[in-house]
Nanobody
Framework: QVQLVDSGGGLVQAGGSLRLSCAAS????????MGWFRQSPGKEREFVAG????????RYVDSVKGRFIISKVDAKNTAYLQLNSLKPEDTAIYYC?????????????????WGQGTQVTVSS
């Protein structure tokens, strides 16, 4: 059974940084994409960033390009999302997710497993 455990959220002032972690266990496929989505009250869950597990290709939503960095450690089945230059509008619950396949998709319905979410709050 695939499980994802995401962590690392917290409260930070605008301009600050956080690092989110996502540890995967029970994986039965070698080709996949791990990513993060976020959801704030009253809004739909939106794609933030993704990384191809085998090739290392990455994709970001425009609003975080140049500020967030996604990376992975193969041996640990773990991915990280470094959040820099945080803004109040980045406040949301961030969800780690994983899908089979090589393409970094941006729709929630195309992802197979989800973490429990971690809260990121950015104060102004």
């Amino acid at each position: 059974q695939v499980q994802l455990v995401d962590s690392g959220g917290g409260l930070v002032q605008a301009g600050g940084s956080l690092r989110l972690s996502c540890a995967a266990s029970g994986l039965t496929f070698s080709v996949g994409v791990m990513g993060w989505f976020r959801q704030s009250p009253g809004k739909e869950r939106e794609f933030v960033a993704g990384i191809n597990w085998s090739g290392g290709n990455t994709r970001y939503v425009d609003s975080v390009k140049g500020r967030f960095i996604i990376s992975k450690v193969d041996a640990k089945n773990t991915a990280y999302l470094q959040l820099n230059s945080l803004k109040p509008e980045d406040t949301a619950i961030y969800y780690c997710t994983i899908r089979r396949g090589a393409v970094i998709q941006t729709q929630t319905t195309l992802y197979d497993y989800w973490g429990q979410g971690t809260q990121v709050t950015v104060s102004s």
